[in-house]
C-alpha cells in the first residue's frame, strides 16, 4: 500500500518523468520565441477614395488597391517593427514598398521584380513611415499586411522562397489546390527534397486567396522551395456552369504549350485521364497536360509564345494511374530529407494544410488504395529506353539537378530520338521490368478498393491525465482488495460474511414484525 501511495505521489510530482517524456533544456532545444504582433499599433492612410480597412480586417479576399498616384501610407509609430508581410491579391511584379525615416527621408527601397504572393521584408532601423505603390501605371492590390517584432514569423510568412527557376527537371501539374497532396503527393518529396531534381508544382485552378496560401504551405510541406506557378484559372465544380467556359480545352492547353516552353520541363507528371473520382477539371487538366507536349515543340502552333520562349521538347509523362508502363514511386522508404518519413506521411503532412477544407471533405492519402499516390504509368516518353527511373534515358547535360547524386540508368542519348507516344495517343512503350532503383518500390503494397470520402484521422495519443486517472483508480481497486484479505479470520471464517449473515437476520426480524 505504501508503494502504491508512493507511486500517486510520483505522477502527480513529476508527471513528464513519469510519462517517459524528456525535459530538454538549452537553446537547441527551445524553439525561437514567436514573434509579436504590432499590426494594431500603427497607422494607415492613403489618398485612394475609402478607408484601406482591407488591409487590416485579416480577410485574405478582400483587397485595397494602390498605385504610384495612390499609395499607402503606415505611419509604425511606436511599434518599432523587425518585418513587414505583405498579402498580396495577385502576383503582380509592378511594386515598390519605401521605408522613409520621421523626416521622411528614404532609408531603403525595394521593387519586386519577382511575383511573390506572399512578401516579407526586414524593416531598415530608424524607420518611421511606409509606403507601397504600383510602378510606372501598374494597380496593385494588398490583401492583408501584418508587422512583426522580432522572433520567428508564423505560416506562412516563414517560409523563404525562391523565384521559380528559367528552367525545370520535372513539373507536377495539378488541377486545385490540394491535388498535389492527395494523388500526386510523392513525387515532390521523393524527385525534389531527396534527390535533389529540380521541380515545381503547377496550379491549374484558383478558388480563394486563403487556399492560395494553404497551397504554399502544403508544397513546402513537401519539400519544394522554388516557388509554385499558378494558372490563375477558375476552379469550376460542375462542366454545366456557364464559367466552365473559362477553362475550356483550348484555355487550358494554350497555357501548356505556354508554359512548358517557358519553364521547359524535362518530366511531367499529372493527373488521372479519368480524373481519380472523376472530377471534369481533373480530366480537362490531364487530358491538356499530354496532349500539349507535341505542341509545344510545334513552332506553328502559338507563335507568339514560340518566338518569346522557343519551342521545347518535354522528354518524359507520367500520368496517374496510367494503366500501361507501370511505375510505382517507393512510398514506404525512410527519407532522409524529413529525417525519416515516409513520402505518404509527408503528403499527409502537406494535405493537412488544407485545413479549409476539411469541413467539406476529406480525402484518404495513402498508397494501399485504388487511387494510390505510388501508381502512375508512362504516358509519353521521347527517349529510347525510358526505363523505370523518371529521369531514366535523359542525359545529365540537360538536367538542373541540385544534387550530386545520379540515377543508376540515366544514359546519355546520341541522337534526340524521335517522339513517340503510348497507347493513349499513338504508340505504346515498353518498360524494362528487370531494372530496379531507390525510386522505385520492389514490393509494392496491395491495392484494395477503398471508398474515397475515408477519412484517414491519425490514432489520438493518449493524454496523461488518462493515465494517472487509470492509475488512481487501479490504487483504489487494490486498496480494497487488500482490504478484503485482511479481513479473512484465522480459522477461514470471513468477518464481511458474518456481517452479511447478521444483516439477512435483521431483515427477516423486520418483515415478521410487519407481518404482525
Given at each position: 500500500m505504501r508503494f502504491i501511495c508512493l507511486l500517486l505521489v510520483l505522477l502527480f510530482l513529476f508527471p513528464d518523468s513519469a510519462m517517459g517524456e524528456e525535459k530538454t533544456e538549452g537553446p537547441e532545444a527551445s524553439a525561437a520565441p514567436k514573434a509579436s504582433v504590432l499590426t494594431d499599433r500603427i497607422h494607415y492612410s492613403s489618398d485612394m477614395p475609402g478607408y484601406p480597412r482591407?488591409?487590416?480586417?485579416?480577410?485574405?479576399?478582400?483587397?485595397?488597391?494602390?498605385?504610384?498616384?495612390?499609395?499607402?501610407?503606415?505611419?509604425?509609430?511606436?511599434?518599432?517593427?523587425?518585418?513587414?508581410?505583405?498579402?498580396?491579391?495577385?502576383?503582380?511584379?509592378?511594386?515598390?514598398?519605401?521605408?522613409?525615416?520621421?523626416?521622411?527621408?528614404?532609408?531603403?527601397?525595394?521593387?519586386?521584380?519577382?511575383?511573390?504572393?506572399?512578401?516579407?521584408?526586414?524593416?531598415?532601423?530608424?524607420?518611421?513611415?511606409?509606403?507601397?505603390?504600383?510602378?510606372?501605371?501598374?494597380?496593385?492590390?494588398?490583401?492583408?499586411?501584418?508587422?512583426?517584432?522580432?522572433?520567428?514569423?508564423?505560416?506562412?510568412?516563414?517560409?523563404?522562397?525562391?523565384?521559380?527557376?528559367?528552367?525545370?527537371?520535372?513539373?507536377?501539374?495539378?488541377?486545385?489546390?490540394?491535388?498535389?497532396?492527395?494523388?500526386?503527393?510523392?513525387?515532390?518529396?521523393?524527385?525534389?527534397?531527396?534527390?535533389?531534381?529540380?521541380?515545381?508544382?503547377?496550379?491549374?485552378?484558383?478558388?480563394?486567396?486563403?487556399r492560395l496560401n494553404e497551397a504554399l504551405m502544403g508544397a513546402w510541406t513537401m519539400g519544394e522551395?522554388?516557388?509554385?506557378?499558378?494558372?490563375?484559372?477558375?476552379?469550376?465544380?460542375?462542366?454545366?456552369?456557364?464559367?466552365?467556359?473559362?477553362?475550356?480545352?483550348?484555355?487550358?492547353?494554350?497555357?501548356?504549350?505556354?508554359?512548358?516552353?517557358?519553364?521547359?520541363?524535362?518530366?511531367?507528371?499529372?493527373?488521372?485521364?479519368?480524373?481519380?473520382?472523376?472530377?471534369?477539371?481533373?480530366?480537362?487538366?490531364?487530358?491538356?497536360a499530354l496532349d500539349a507536349i507535341p505542341l509545344a515543340a510545334d513552332s506553328t502552333y502559338d507563335r507568339e509564345s514560340a518566338e518569346k520562349y522557343g519551342v521545347w521538347q518535354v522528354q518524359k509523362a507520367y500520368t496517374h494511374l496510367y494503366p500501361e508502363n507501370k511505375i510505382q514511386l517507393d512510398t514506404r522508404r525512410a527519407l532522409t530529407a524529413f529525417d525519416g518519413k515516409t513520402a505518404v506521411e509527408v503528403a499527409n503532412d502537406a494535405y493537412k494544410k488544407h485545413a479549409s477544407q476539411f469541413s467539406y471533405h476529406a480525402y484518404r492519402v495513402a498508397d494501399d488504395y485504388k487511387y494510390s499516390i505510388a501508381d502512375f504509368g508512362l504516358s509519353y516518353s521521347a527517349v529510347q529506353d525510358p526505363g523505370t527511373h523518371p529521369f531514366a534515358g535523359i542525359g545529365d547535360s540537360l538536367l538542373c539537378r541540385k544534387s550530386a547524386k545520379a540515377s543508376e540508368e540515366k544514359t546519355v542519348p546520341t541522337d534526340t530520338p524521335a517522339p513517340k507516344q503510348t497507347t493513349a495517343h499513338t504508340d505504346a512503350l515498353t518498360t524494362p521490368a528487370d531494372h530496379t532503383d531507390t525510386l522505385m518500390s520492389t514490393d509494392a503494397p496491395a491495392t484494395e478498393d477503398t471508398p474515397l470520402p475515408a477519412d484517414g484521422e491519425e490514432e489520438e495519443p493518449v493524454s496523461r491525465s488518462m493515465v494517472i486517472t487509470g492509475c488512481i483508480i487501479l490504487a483504489v481497486g487494490l486498496y480494497f482488495k487488500c482490504r478484503d484479505i485482511q479481513k479473512k479470520g484465522p480459522a477461514g471464517t470471513n468477518e464481511e460474511d458474518a456481517e452479511d449473515e447478521e444483516l439477512e437476520e435483521d431483515l427477516d426480524a423486520m418483515e415478521e414484525e410487519e407481518d404482525d
Open positions: 482591407q488591409v487590416r480586417d485579416r480577410d485574405l479576399d478582400t483587397s485595397f488597391s494602390v498605385s504610384a498616384e495612390y499609395p499607402l501610407h503606415i505611419d509604425i509609430r511606436e511599434s518599432q517593427p523587425a518585418w513587414l508581410c505583405i498579402a498580396w491579391e495577385y502576383a503582380a511584379p509592378k511594386r515598390s514598398v519605401r521605408f522613409l525615416d520621421k523626416n521622411n527621408i528614404l532609408l531603403e527601397e525595394v521593387n519586386t521584380l519577382f511575383p511573390f504572393h506572399n512578401e516579407v521584408l526586414s524593416v531598415p532601423q530608424n524607420t518611421q513611415y511606409i509606403e507601397l505603390q504600383g510602378l510606372e501605371d501598374a494597380v496593385v492590390s494588398i490583401s492583408d499586411l501584418y508587422l512583426y517584432g522580432e522572433g520567428a514569423l508564423p505560416e506562412p510568412w516563414c517560409y523563404d522562397w525562391q523565384p521559380t527557376p528559367e528552367k525545370l527537371d520535372f513539373l507536377v501539374v495539378a488541377t486545385h489546390f490540394d491535388d498535389d497532396a492527395i494523388w500526386l503527393g510523392a513525387v515532390m518529396p521523393l524527385l525534389g527534397a531527396e534527390e535533389g531534381y529540380t521541380g515545381v508544382i503547377l496550379y491549374m485552378t484558383y478558388q480563394q486567396r486563403l522551395r522554388d516557388y509554385p506557378l499558378f494558372s490563375m484559372l477558375p476552379d469550376v465544380y460542375l462542366e454545366k456552369y456557364l464559367s466552365a467556359a473559362q477553362f475550356s480545352y483550348d484555355i487550358v492547353l494554350q497555357y501548356m504549350v505556354r508554359c512548358y516552353r517557358q519553364y521547359k520541363p524535362l518530366v511531367v507528371f499529372t493527373q488521372d485521364l479519368e480524373g481519380e473520382y472523376g472530377h471534369w477539371q481533373h480530366k480537362q487538366t490531364a487530358r491538356c
